[in-house]
């Protein structure tokens, strides 16, 4: 019985970071019942790093070229993050040992790891080429943090 319990709670802690979405999902449409953030306002509104933001227009290319990439044809909006189609990535999701176009945007960006703040975080992961056109496509994201941060600016939350 002990065994069991062990492994049931170590499963608690490991599942604990994605629980958090949730979490931020109803913050955010908290924010738009209140009418503080709208579903289609732009991130750059909140988080200017994010206006000059590129997509990656040809992800099957050479790692040994210089990367190719394209404007956004329309912002990245908060609907867009909810939804995990903001064109963010992870890298390093796949276990196949190949690089994949994440892990090839991760590293142009120098983006390695957390940084000291959420404020930090965001404007770095701002730098990352997207991998596709907001609302293209579907990939789980860093789109979260994003999320939290603008709850941190509207809510005012950083400066508590």
């Known amino acids: 019985m002990n065994q069991v319990r062990s ?6 802690v490991y599942s ?4 958090t979405k949730l979490l931020t ?13 709208s579903l289609s306002d732009p991130v750059a509104k909140y988080i200017p790093s994010f206006a000059s933001t590129r997509v990656a227009s040809e992800p099957s290319q050479s790692i040994s070229e210089p ?7 329309r912002e990245i909006t908060i609907k867009d993050l909810l939804t995990h189609t903001s064109g963010m990535t992870y890298s390093g999701m796949t276990f196949t ?3 994949t176009i994440s892990d090839i945007l991760y590293e142009n960006a120098g983006f390695l790891n957390w940084s000291e703040t959420l404020d930090s975080f965001v404007n770095t992961a701002a730098k990352l080429h997207l991998a596709f056109q ?3 496509d579907f990939e789980y994201s860093l789109s ?6 603008i709850i941190e600016i509207v809510t005012d939350l950083a400066s508590r």
Do not use: C
């Open 97 to 99: 040992g190949v690089k």
């Open 16 to 19: 604990l970071g994605s629980m």
């Open 67 to 73: 990367l190719k990439t394209e404007g956004l044809f």
């Open 134 to 136: 907001p609302g293209k």
């Open 25 to 37: 999902a109803i913050s955010i449409m908290q924010l738009n019942e209140r009418s503080e953030v």
């Open 7 to 12: 492994k049931f709670s170590d499963l608690f």
């Open 144 to 149: 979260f943090d994003v999320l939290g941060r």
